[in-house]
């Protein structure tokens, strides 16, 4: 057996945001992690995690089989991918970050450390196309894992394995990279913070874990767009901000410093100004988008609830359209999810999320050709 570094393992792929150091490799968002192709009887990995509450999970994929995943403890640990394997035989290894980032936790460390192997590393095929996904808790996972009963909001019920972002890009031969975070909108959270919304973050690596360790990692660095160009980008955003037209005010608006809230005038319809705020945030993140990414194919998804908000959502995407001419970004409506479709958390289960696989599966050649 022989330990080797990351940065000395040939056609070594890192998947996810990253500022480029390898001893260790930091990662951040879920979907992150390593891919290589050995040929080896058994083969190790090396991690190191922090956490309080919120446990980091991984997946272990071989020849794009979900073999296993499963809980790292706090600490240093030594996981075995696969033992007792035709050592003749090339296999594609992929070990994956299956939580989002945890800002709930004073420290959400997760690092990749090293691979142990009897065996030789071989050259990895190329992927079809880059894609990108931004998104909330649907994005996230929450709701494919656990029983239908299951309320308990934990790192257990979230996880890339069984989410549409990593399996629309397998289904098309894609490599995916995921930002997302539950709880989290366009312009605001489900209970109105508009200080918690994904387009502030997206030029950095992953700027909402700010502590002193995730940004010795990178997560305050700025993102290099010119290494990592996506074709296409998948964005769900906006279900937690309708949801915020229903909560109280508790934070206060960044240009007023009054009690921000969402207001609606009635159970059908929401204050045209509250309206307005979401609309602009949607129009400003596609200009960041397109800044960012000259070339990207954007789709917007709306109604993947029933709520109000989702025809704003594509009313603003329409908008920025029709204002830049930019002829590579639509909406797109997702299944609205229903009673049948729920998995654990009242959040869409497995069901949905194939039906969203394939949904893209289809569009999504239709537009990269």
Not at 209 to 232: C, V, Y
Request: hydrophobic share 40%; with cysteine; net charge negative.
């Amino acid at each position: 057996m022989k330990t080797w570094k990351l940065t000395e393992i040939p056609e070594l792929k890192v998947l996810g945001r990253n500022n480029g150091e390898m001893d260790p490799l930091t990662l951040f968002w879920h979907g992150s992690g390593v891919e290589f192709a050995v040929r080896a009887k058994e083969v190790w990995m090396e991690f190191y995690t922090e956490y309080e509450n919120f446990e980091h999970w991984i997946s272990i994929w071989v020849d794009g089989a979900l073999i296993s995943r499963h809980i790292l403890p706090k600490g240093s640990s030594l996981v075995p991918i696969f033992l007792n394997a035709d050592p003749g035989v090339i296999r594609q290894v992929r070990v994956l970050k299956e939580v989002q980032p945890m800002t709930e936790d004073s420290v959400n460390l997760f690092q990749i450390c090293g691979v142990q192997t009897d065996g030789s590393f071989e050259k990895i095929p190329e992927k079809k196309w880059k894609l990108e996904f931004i998104g909330d808790s649907l994005t996230s996972g929450e709701g494919t894992i656990g029983a239908v009963k299951e309320m308990t909001w934990n790192s257990m019920v979230m996880g890339a394995s069984f989410a549409y972002p990593l399996l629309t890009a397998d289904a098309l031969d894609s490599e995916c990279r995921i930002m997302s975070k539950g709880g989290w909108g366009v312009f605001c959270s489900y209970d109105g913070d508009p200080t918690r919304n994904i387009p502030q973050h997206y030029e950095k690596i992953c700027s909402m874990l700010d502590r002193e360790k995730e940004a010795a990692g990178g997560s305050k660095e700025d993102n290099d767009f010119a290494a990592w160009q996506p074709d296409a980008i998948i964005v769900n955003l906006g279900t937690n901000d309708d949801s915020a037209f229903h909560s109280e005010p508790m934070y206060p608006d960044g240009d007023t410093g009054e009690l921000l809230h969402m207001k609606m005038i009635s159970e059908k319809e929401y204050e045209p100004a509250s309206v307005k705020r979401v609309q602009d945030a949607v129009i400003a993140f596609l200009q960041k988008l397109r800044k960012n990414n000259p070339e990207a194919y954007i789709l917007w998804a709306y109604a993947s609830f029933d709520q109000i908000l989702s025809k704003y959502i594509k009313e603003a995407v329409q908008m920025y359209i029709t204002q830049t001419g930019d002829r590579k970004a639509e909406p797109v409506k997702f299944p609205t999810l229903t009673d049948d479709l729920k998995g654990s958390r009242e959040h869409p289960g497995r069901v949905w999320h194939q039906q969203v696989v394939e949904l893209l599966s289809e569009l999504l050649p239709e537009k990269l050709g």
